[in-house]
């Protein structure tokens, strides 16, 4: 049972267009799913999904997890994402996001510092166990009381929400729809070490109407993304777009290029949501005779400090909107002028869309003191991001911030009056989407003994590229394997002799 009330929340949306369209075609799986999971693509209408949505809440309350308690996701590009999700809010659970890169380590860590009560994977990803990876750190998660999972031979102790999808119940409880409450707990990498960030229903409403009104993305869209959810922006870019449009949301797992153009047109996708490298290679094709169905890219910038000198975008009939990332902090998006060039990004408050007058707010940018971004508004977790309290003052003298400072290098340029973002936070090395502390890769390549060398390369694509140096490179993948490390790091000890 859901109690209703004024401030909508996500599963407060799907419900929306439920009673509205129930036979709509909601949701599509990857062409490949059965490559990457073991199982078959899925079709769900919006009927449909909400029956699977409602079966999965219902095993999760049944499982003991109560209200307002954490259920960590690590879960591919794939329709049991989106499921598990609006399940987890319509059972009154907040989400924590885990990336798929993780593993142990990193997956310990996080489920410490939220105290998850409960984690839900699948059984294999593109050919790596996640299955046991999250047995494993749920043995070192006291908090842990619940591991459940899709997908063929589970290990023992975890249960099979495929057959919890195939079965019927009618566990509910009340949860009023507030979205003031916690929605999604995402995580970051800054100056001061891990951060976990909290948000809110509205959070992430505010930042799916930021970009699709920037977008001008229409109603009733079908959009394909093919950028991975485990992220605020990943979230907002896709699951929220994708409810506040009321169309239909295509899944890509990343990367496949001739598959994506097949997706696209198969299903006549207008909206790509991807990493802007990766949008900008369209235009190296013919656009109109290759995708004829497309009108609107949304690009996101990992490295935004890469977007005013990025390429023209020539493209007429499809537009891009290029979505500035700074790590969890905060995003914001700019569609680009009519000759392709990325827009100039004038400090102050903007609305949404960007240069229409009149508009509600969307955020406001600013230089902060330090001559580094600070981003404020509805779609920024300031609280996340405070600055730690000074021993020395007293409560009252305490620094007070309205904003959250990205430790993005930034300048205003004397002849525009725009910023200019010209240097990533210093002391952090970003591979992708992934994050890490300069000084972090100095203590592993230690672990691994003398002579081991670990750093981070300028890579244009992804942000830095690692690369290792061992005595013996096979033993030093061996040992970062053992200590539950990610594999960035344990690939940059590849022998360069045979790249396979």
């Known amino acids: 049972m859901t109690l209703t009330s004024p401030s909508p929340t996500l599963d407060g949306l799907f419900r929306r267009i439920l009673a509205r369209q129930p036979d709509r075609l909601a949701l599509l799986d990857p062409c490949n799913k059965q490559r990457v999971t073991g199982q078959p693509p899925k079709r769900l209408t919006f009927a449909q999904a909400d029956r699977a949505i409602s079966a999965l809440a219902a095993h999760f309350i049944d499982a003991g997890l109560p209200a307002n308690s954490v259920i960590a996701v690590q ?96 566990t509910s409880r009340a949860v009023t729809q507030d979205g003031r409450r916690a929605a999604v707990i995402s995580f970051d990498v800054t100056v001061d070490g891990f951060l976990a960030v909290p948000r809110t229903h509205l959070n992430l409403i505010a930042g799916g109407l930021a970009l699709s009104l920037e977008s001008e993305m229409p109603q009733g869209s079908t959009v394909i993304s093919a950028f991975l959810a485990s992220s605020f922006a990943g979230l907002t870019a896709s699951l ?117 007058k009149g508009t509600s707010i969307a955020g406001e940018v600013l230089l902060t003191p330090r001559g580094t971004l600070g981003l404020r508004g509805p779609v920024v977790a300031l609280a996340a991001y405070a600055p730690a309290p000074r021993v020395s003052d007293s409560p009252a003298e305490q620094p007070r911030h309205d904003y959250a400072d990205t430790d993005y290098a930034a300048r205003i340029d004397r002849s525009t009056g725009a910023i200019c973002i010209t240097a990533p936070p210093s002391g952090i090395m970003a591979v992708g989407g992934y994050r890490f502390l300069s000084q972090d890769l100095q203590e592993w390549a230690r672990r691994l003994g003398q002579g081991a060398l670990l750093t981070a390369l300028p890579d244009r694509l992804s942000g830095h590229r690692l690369a290792g140096r061992a005595q013996d490179n096979a033993r030093a993948r061996e040992a970062l394997n053992e200590l539950g490390l990610n594999p960035l790091m344990v690939e940059a000890f590849r022998d360069r002799a045979n790249p396979a």
């Open 75 to 170: 879960l591919p590009n794939t329709v049991e994402f989106a499921l598990t999700v609006l399940a987890a809010h319509r059972a009154g659970l907040v989400v924590a996001l885990l990336p798929l890169l993780w593993r142990q380590a990193e997956l310990t860590v996080a489920l410490n510092r939220t105290g998850a009560r409960a984690i839900v994977t699948t059984s294999r990803i593109d050919g790596v166990v996640h299955a046991d990876l999250a047995m494993n750190a749920a043995a070192e998660a006291f908090s842990i009381r619940h591991v459940c999972g899709f997908g063929d031979n589970l290990p023992e102790g975890m249960a099979s929400l495929d057959r919890v999808l195939t079965g019927e119940s009618a």
């Open 240 to 356: 929220v777009i994708w409810l506040l449009s009321g169309g239909t949301l295509v899944l890509h797992h990343p990367f496949d290029g001739d598959l994506l153009e097949q997706e696209i047109n198969e299903h006549g996708c207008d909206t790509l949501i991807a990493p802007a490298q990766l949008a900008l290679r369209l235009a190296e094709i013919d656009l109109p005779s290759h995708l004829p169905t497309l009108r609107h890219v949304v690009g996101l910038w990992r490295a935004p400090e890469q977007v005013a000198s990025s390429p023209l975008w020539p493209i007429s009939h499809a537009a891009l909107t290029d979505v500035y990332l700074f790590g969890e902090a905060g995003l914001f998006g700019a569609r680009r002028a009519a000759d392709g060039t990325p827009v100039p990004i004038l400090p102050g408050p903007h609305g949404a869309p960007r240069d229409l």
